[in-house]
C-alpha cells in the first residue's frame, strides 16, 4: 500500500490516507513508475474516492526511484481552474525528483527540499523555483557534487568539490571529467560509466571499487573516497551525477 504521509497547503487534511497499487493517480505512478498528468482532474475517471471533495483541478504525479524501484510518489496540484501541466514540468520535476530520492538515502535532504518546494502557494512557481532550491541545497553540502554530461563534460560543480577537488567551478565547468581521475583509470572510469548509462539503473554506489574510489584534485594529489552516482534523461540527453565524499581522514583514523 501507498501512504499520504507529508503535505502542506492542501494536503494535509489528506494525511494517513492509503491507496492500493492502481488506485487514484499516485497509486497508478506507484504501479507503473511513470509520470502521470490529470489536467482535468474533477473529470478524470481514474482519480480515487478518497480525495472527494478536494480543491484539485490539475494534478501531477512523478515516481521517486531507488535501483529501478518506487520508493514514493510525489505530487503536485493546481487549484486554480484553468491551470494545467506539461511535458516540461514533467522533465523538470523528474530530475527534481531523482535527486531527492538520493537525498533521501544520503542525507535526509529530500524531506528539507520537499516541504520547501511543496509549500509554494503556485506550482508553476515551484518547478521554476525547483532548479535555484536544489542548487542552494546543493551548494550547502558538505558532499562534493559533479553532473556531467555524457561526452564526461562537466556542467554542475557545487562549492564542496571546489574545495575537495581544490579547483574553482570557473576552471572546472566545460572541462572533461578525467582531469580529477587519475590518468591510469581513466578508460576504465570510462567503462563504468557507459556501463551504468545502459544499464537502466537510476542510481549505483561505487563502494568496493578501488578504481573508481580514488580521485585527483587539482594540484596532483590522489585521495580515497565514497562516491554514488545517479543518471537522468534531460532533453533526449544523458546526465550522470555523482556524490562524492573525501574519506582521508576516516581511513587515518582507521
Not at 498528468?37 to 474516492?49: H, P, T
Not at 546543493?138 to 575537495?164: C, H, K, L, W, Y
Not at 568496493?208 to 562516491?227: H, Q, V
Request: glycine share 10%; aromatic share 8%; net charge negative.
Amino acid at each position: 500500500t501507498l501512504q499520504l504521509t507529508t503535505g502542506v497547503g492542501v494536503y494535509p487534511k489528506f494525511v494517513g490516507i492509503i491507496l492500493e497499487s492502481g488506485e487514484g493517480l499516485a497509486g497508478k505512478v506507484w504501479r507503473t513508475a511513470q509520470p502521470l498528468i490529470a489536467n482535468d482532474y474533477l473529470n478524470w475517471e481514474g482519480r480515487s474516492l478518497k480525495f472527494e471533495g478536494s480543491p484539485f483541478h490539475a494534478v501531477m504525479g512523478i515516481p521517486l526511484l531507488r535501483n529501478a524501484q518506487v520508493i514514493g510518489v510525489l505530487g503536485l496540484a493546481h487549484l486554480i481552474p484553468g491551470k494545467a501541466f506539461h511535458q516540461a514540468d514533467v522533465e523538470l520535476l523528474s530530475r527534481f525528483a531523482q535527486l531527492a530520492s538520493i537525498a533521501i538515502e544520503n542525507a535526509g535532504l529530500y524531506t528539507r527540499v520537499y516541504e520547501e518546494l511543496v509549500e509554494r502557494k503556485q506550482a508553476e512557481e515551484a518547478l521554476r523555483d525547483s532548479q535555484s532550491q536544489l542548487e542552494s541545497v546543493f551548494n550547502s553540502t558538505m558532499d562534493g557534487i559533479i553532473t556531467i554530461d555524457e561526452n564526461q563534460r562537466i556542467v554542475f560543480f557545487n562549492p564542496a568539490a571546489e574545495v575537495i577537488f581544490r579547483c574553482p567551478a570557473s576552471k572546472a565547468l566545460g572541462q572533461s571529467m578525467d582531469q580529477f581521475i587519475p590518468e591510469g583509470t581513466r578508460q576504465k572510469h570510462l567503462g563504468l560509466i557507459r556501463n551504468f548509462g545502459k544499464s537502466g539503473e537510476t542510481q549505483r554506489s561505487m563502494r568496493g571499487s578501488a578504481l573508481t574510489l580514488i580521485c585527483l584534485r587539482a594540484d596532483g594529489e590522489t585521495f580515497p573516497s565514497d562516491i554514488s552516482i545517479s543518471q537522468i534523461e534531460v532533453g533526449g540527453q544523458k546526465l550522470f551525477t555523482a556524490f562524492v565524499r573525501d574519506i582521508t581522514e576516516r581511513q587515518q583514523a582507521d
